[in-house]
Nanobody, 126 residues
Framework: QVQLVESGGGLVQAGGSLRLSCAASGRGFSTFAMGWFRQAPGKEREFVSVISRGGSNTYYADSVKGRFTISRDNAKNTVYLQMNSLKPDDTAVYYC???????????????????WGQGTQVTVSS
């Protein structure tokens, strides 16, 4: 069993930055890939980014590529999402999740992830 707790969300102006953290408890953090998703009001949950077990492989949604950076610290059981050049369209609740299987397989599919945090709200004002 894995528990995930996100933090770092908040209100920021367009063009600003935020760094989200996701702390994991339970065993085996370094043995699975980790992902970030987001969900805006009235919309489906969408893939943002995923990182491999050791952190060497990362993937991003086209909408955030070049602006967001995912990283992890396995010694701290924590995965991060650095978000720069934020836009109002980035406003959503952001969730971290544990990925089943290999990093790149169906990485943008919600059902490829089996443990989820409670989410942290990110609001970008124009």
């Amino acid at each position: 069993q894995v528990q995930l707790v996100e933090s770092g969300g908040g209100l920021v102006q367009a063009g600003g930055s935020l760094r989200l953290s996701c702390a994991a408890s339970g065993r085996g953090f370094s043995t699975f890939a980790m992902g970030w998703f987001r969900q805006a009001p009235g919309k489906e949950r969408e893939f943002v980014s995923v990182i491999s077990r050791g952190g060497s492989n990362t993937y991003y949604a086209d909408s955030v590529k070049g602006r967001f950076t995912i990283s992890r610290d396995n010694a701290k059981n924590t995965v991060y999402l650095q978000m720069n050049s934020l836009k109002p369209d980035d406003t959503a609740v952001y969730y971290c999740a544990v990925k089943r299987g290999t990093t790149g397989q169906a990485m943008d599919v919600v059902t490829s992830y089996n443990y989820w945090g409670q989410g942290t709200q990110v609001t970008v004002s124009s």
